[in-house]
């Protein structure tokens, strides 16, 4: 009789302390991590998103898997890599998101052994709950590489034995390619879809803490003949239309899923960043989205 009790006891024990659990993770402060190649990338492809869910209380960190040393025609790559580590610094200056940048030669970046268990020790060092990269199909081979390295992490970041000195999360986050400038391999719409109307000045400055690529490397290697401007307010005026605006247009493909996400406010949606789901990381509902994205029409 009395084992019994003691048993019973265990158990209400047990179901108390797995609805705290369930509590705690629903309730614990939310978590993201934006995967990239280069610095800047995370900026340009996610800038508004990441401002966006800092703002709503997340903690965001913005990662690039290469130290960008070969960004730029002029100086040597140590130049380089110092110059664009001071610009991350100064775009976490301008935003709440932390900045790392891993120490790997630009443009050769492999998706080998070393560099997958470092994907997973970012993603379950920063317990994210979303994890954002690049699509697989892009024209950089870093962004490439970046992107396979992500979706190799989506499943063995649950593997405990997998780098056993970090443990794994108490839930897979959902994984999430940007939208790419390329079309091949890629669903007809995308998953998810953010207005970052409101923030599309704020996206504008962080991608101008980039001096060194929006003014000087990415007019050279495109060989644009735009002028770049002088001052800093028309300097903000030209990223918007040439980084901002454009790539963030409202293609056909977006409208309905703006409207699902929106709802009636989809016509005041101007300006957005897309993203796709990875299958390989956490199956999602639309009231999993809702709740990681607050941003959404509930
Ligand atoms: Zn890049």
Request: net charge neutral; with cysteine; glycine share 4%.
């Amino acid at each position: 009789m009395k084992k019994t009790s003691h048993l019973i006891l265990i158990l209400i024990l047990g179901l108390i302390s797995m609805n705290m659990n369930a509590e705690g993770t629903k309730n614990k402060e939310k978590r993201v991590i934006v995967i990239c190649a280069h610095p800047d990338d995370a900026e340009l492809t996610t800038g508004g998103t990441a401002i966006l869910l800092s703002r709503s209380g997340y903690k965001v960190k913005l990662v690039s898997l290469t130290n960008g040393n070969k960004g730029h025609h002029e100086g040597t790559k140590n130049e380089i890599a110092i110059r664009r580590y001071n610009e991350a610094q100064e775009v976490k200056k301008r935003t709440n998101c932390e900045y790392e940048i891993i120490n790997n030669e630009d443009g050769e970046l492999e998706a080998n052994l070393k560099n997958r268990m470092e994907v997973i020790r970012l993603i379950r060092e920063w317990k994210a709950d979303i994890v954002i990269t690049h699509p697989s199909y892009d024209y950089h081979p870093d962004h490439r590489n970046t992107s396979l390295l992500v979706q190799d992490a989506a499943f063995l970041v649950n593997v405990p034995k997998i780098l056993p000195e970090v443990p794994v999360l108490i839930e897979n986050p959902l994984f999430l390619y940007t939208r790419g400038r390329y079309v091949d391999r890629q669903k007809p719409n995308p998953d998810i879809v953010v207005d970052i109307t409101p923030v599309e000045r704020e996206k504008a400055c962080i991608i101008d803490a980039h001096a060194s690529q929006i003014y000087e490397w990415l007019p050279w290697i495109n060989r644009s003949n735009k002028i770049i401007p002088d001052t800093q307010e028309e300097k903000i005026e030209y990223i918007l239309k040439e980084y901002v605006l454009t790539r963030g247009e409202i293609k056909e493909k977006d409208r309905p899923v703006v409207e699902k996400w929106y709802g009636n406010k989809a016509k005041e949606v101007k300006t957005i960043e897309a993203f796709e789901i990875c299958e390989f990381g956490r199956a999602v509902n639309d009231q999993d989205i809702r709740e990681l994205f607050p941003m959404f029409s509930k």
